[in-house]
């Protein structure tokens, strides 16, 4: 399985295909020097055979609406229509050509369960010893509407500032539309409150880790060096990873 996150350009996924599979023939110094859209034809074309050859699953995640270019690749497979591999896209609105299934969100207790599976992952009780509580836990899967990422989110916010009330929605949050859940209104909330309770060194750690494709492990060395910090880094670096972001 190739897992490629936030599918948000046509280049960086034909790379991570290649990358995974270990058999870009092509030169990338040489590509580098060519227009873009040879250097994309070439790559696409190598991607197309790598798929033929191999019997693998590529998830694209979070596909755009506006990702033209990666919806003409998916819908054009030219002689390649019949490969052995197959793609997997998830998008909140983008409409792809093929077979299409809707996931429903989670139930109201199918939520509280991965409310209480994210806690344990994050080892949560290590500082709030009596946990989340099923008062918080139900408040949680009904504020998040169900939504896996929000529950990460959201657990992952209490657990990184040890404050039951952190991951709360008010009704000033504005996180409501039309009588239900905005569910990207939820994300930003969350995303917004994670960042500023982020100290300075954990922010450089996360900002260093968009340099590497979200599919491969990050060797702790190679971030310790891309974010640019020492003394700071391991702090930093726990931080993040308390917040459940890493």
């Given at each position: ?20 599979l270990d058999a870009f023939s ?221």
């Amino acid at each position: 399985v190739i897992w490629v996150g936030r599918a948000d350009g046509l280049e960086r996924i034909l790379d991570t295909i290649a990358n995974s599979l270990d058999a870009f023939s092509l030169d990338v110094h040489d590509l580098k020097c060519e227009p873009e859209d040879d250097r994309l034809k070439k790559k696409r074309l190598r991607v197309n055979e790598l798929l033929q050859e191999h019997k693998v699953i590529v998830v694209l995640e979070d596909l755009d609406r506006n990702a033209e270019q990666i919806k003409l690749w998916l819908e054009n497979a030219g002689p390649y229509a019949n490969p052995k591999s197959r793609i997997v896209v998830t998008s909140r609105d983008a409409v792809v050509t093929g077979f299409v299934v809707e996931v429903e969100r989670l139930k109201i207790d199918e939520a509280m369960e991965m409310v209480g599976e994210c806690a344990c992952r994050l080892m949560l009780r290590r500082d709030i010893p009596d946990g989340l509580g099923p008062e918080l836990t139900m408040q949680l899967a009904i504020d998040t509407g169900g939504n896996p990422q929000a529950i990460r989110m959201a657990v992952g916010l209490i657990n990184g500032t040890r404050n039951l009330a952190k991951a709360r929605l008010a009704d000033e949050d504005n996180w409501q539309m039309h009588g239900d859940r905005d569910i990207g209104r939820v994300f930003s909330i969350y995303a917004k409150r994670i960042w500023t309770a982020l100290t300075d060194p954990a922010r450089t750690v996360l900002t260093a880790m968009l340099a590497f494709p979200a599919s491969v492990p990050v060797p702790s060395r190679l971030l310790r060096m891309a974010s640019g910090i020492d003394d700071t880094f391991r702090a930093g670096a726990d931080l993040a990873v308390r917040f459940g972001i890493v």
